[in-house]
């Protein structure tokens, strides 16, 4: 397997996407997750846009840095939109999701995961009838962009710190449910490591065993119970070795991308130790890859 990250824990610093993109160089970091998460949230946002020359010279600049640094784009996380929330500006917001999709294929992506809408309005476990439906919409008005442009949709699951009440996907049984439910060829799973920790699921073999061949690709990350903190692993309780002896045992053909993008986020108060500077941050980064490397190389899985 070959290990990614999330450029999303640059994010803080406020980077352009390029310059973002070139600090991951020398940390071990040969592979890149690219985090559409916030895309939607500023109406400035070049994705929000009514022309779409913004969007396509930020994916563009970004290209010219990947390839300027020797890096490959492997996956990437769609705007992190809920219409189950605020629905007010659907059509802006989806055009977003969809603008990140067409970005994925400039990029040579071929794997996105967003996540589906929940609301108070479908209670977990009960109301999966009413989740369904009203996601059959919503993730399909992103699929109709997956099938243009040829990049794999994957859902992914939650917790019940998140979610709360509302029903979303926990278990793999239950996105398998969801994925059967949609029946599209384009469509599949993300496992997140740390969501499934905050509900106490710290060996997750049987999960990853579940998802089988609907497993296309994964957040890594570790977490206490109680927040979604987004840690490394071995600063939380997940059971790294359940992990990789699942996604060997399934054939798992993904990357193995880290989303620690809390791991040295934490920013606090208003002072100049508010937040950690670039260069600590790349240690950091580099740091995480050699935990990655250490976890494949221990199963003979580490793949340049």
Known sequence: MKIATT????????????????????????????SFYYAHADKDSPYMQESDLAWKKEIEEALEAADECGFTFVQAHAPGYNPGRDSSDYDRCIRAMQRS?????????????????????????????GYYKYNRKFVGDVL???????VTLCIENTSNGNAGKCYFPRRGAEMNDFIAYMDHPLLGACWDTGHAVMDGIFDQYAELKELGSALKA?????????????????????QLDS?????????????????SDSFLNHCNGEGPLRQ?????????????????????????????
Do not use: W
Not at 8 to 26: F, K, V
Not at 278 to 304: H, Q, S, V
């Open 7 to 34: 450029i999303g824990e640059m994010y803080p610093l406020g980077l352009r996407i390029a310059d973002t993109i070139r600090s991951y160089r020398d940390t071990g970091f040969k592979n890149l997750d690219f």
């Open 276 to 304: 950690l500077p670039l260069e600590i941050r790349r240690d950091g980064l580099a740091l995480l890859y050699k935990i990655g490397k250490f976890a494949l190389e221990t199963y003979n899985a580490y793949e340049e």
């Open 218 to 238: 994964v957040h890594i990350h570790d977490n206490g119970v109680h927040s979604d903190q987004h840690l490394a692993p071995y600063c939380g309780k997940l």
């Open 144 to 150: 109709s962009a997956a099938e243009k442009f040829g």
């Open 101 to 129: 999709v067409e970005a994925c294929a400039m990029l040579g992506i071929p794997v996105t995961v967003m996540h589906t809408s929940f609301s108070p309005e479908f209670t977990y476990p009960d109301d999966r009838d």
């Open 243 to 259: 992990v990789v002896k699942g996604l060997l045992d399934i054939d798992y053909k993904g990357s193995f991308t880290f989303e």
